[in-house]
């Protein structure tokens, strides 16, 4: 079977990670233990994920001119990730998330820095591109007029939109409704349930297909079933999310059914927190394979 195209569209950063016992409390000065500098990015992990799990993957983006952009175009090299479509903006910075993980759980300050450049123009200019994926993956970490003109280009062009609402935004109601798979999570989905009602809308009344990741309970495919997720001693959550939604991109552009979709997905958020780092513990499509079968 051929590997199906998956165009990622969205942020570039580089996560400048520190890990300490306990997080400060406002005013407190902590010990840390480790620092490391990880590229990440929604957008990029989720690229990442998805070329790891058997896609063939291309992005969009931006960095500045300097030496987190250059490396972060080399990682997404790595990754086997085509990076032909990521943009270089001089006199901006590349965009950066300060992560400080502690007690099994993290706390992250994004700033957006080149991602803030993904305008409407620039993705009118890729339009082509879009027309030749089987599907789009996006997130809410760049302009939202972008994001909206991204959802309408691949409606135009009959490809499929995987939408993960983070940092969640309110998109107009018309181009969500273009979205074929809207993956929240519990915040989020409240959030949007409530954008909605406000516009005399349900989220059942939307055509949209909704997935709600709920961490350890697992995941509800909207409104009322539940794919249990898998029990892993977690090491680090940062970039599980993005994990799901590359994997659910990929087994939904290969033909998989929902929940089965859901369940490989699962599978892959759960390998991914065993190790440190949004990218670094990503699975390969056979380590998930391979733990399904244990």
Do not use: W
Request: with cysteine; glycine share 8%.
């Amino acid at each position: 079977m051929a590997e199906p195209k998956v165009l990622v569209i969205g942020s570039m950063n580089m996560d400048l990670v520190t890990t300490t016992s306990t997080f400060p409390k406002q005013g407190e000065t902590v010990m840390g233990e480790t620092f490391s500098t990880i590229p990440g990015g929604k957008g990029a992990n989720q690229a990442v994920a998805a070329s790891r799990l058997g896609a063939d993957v291309t992005f969009i983006g931006c960095v500045g001119e300097d030496l987190f952009g250059e490396t972060l175009i080399k990682n997404l090299h790595k990754n086997n990730v085509n990076s032909d479509s990521v943009t270089k903006i001089n006199g901006v910075e590349t965009g950066v998330a300060a992560i400080t993980i502690a007690e099994h759980d993290n706390n992250i300050i994004v700033v957006p820095g080149a991602n803030d450049q993904i305008t409407p123009t620039l993705i009118e200019q890729y339009e082509q591109v879009i027309a030749e994926h089987d599907m789009l993956l996006l997130q809410f970490e760049i302009p939202i007029d972008s994001v909206a003109k991204a959802i309408t280009i691949a409606n135009k062009h009959r490809v499929k939109v995987v939408l993960n609402p983070a940092p969640v935004k309110q998109l107009p109601v018309e181009v969500l409704k273009q979205v074929d798979f809207l993956i929240p999570n519990e915040h989020e989905v409240s959030i949007l349930g409530e954008q909605l009602e406000a516009e005399g809308i349900s989220l059942t009344g939307l055509a949209t297909k909704i997935i709600v990741t709920k961490g350890k309970d697992g995941v509800l495919i909207y409104p009322n079933e539940i794919v249990p997720s898998f029990a892993v001693k977690a090491t680090d959550t940062t970039g599980a999310g993005d994990t799901f939604n590359g994997a659910f991109a990929v087994a939904i552009a290969q033909g998989k059914p929902i929940a089965e979709a859901c369940q490989f997905a699962n599978a892959a958020a759960a390998l991914s927190v065993m190790k440190l780092g949004a990218q670094a513990g990503m699975p390969t499509e056979q380590n998930v394979y391979e733990f399904l079968k244990r």
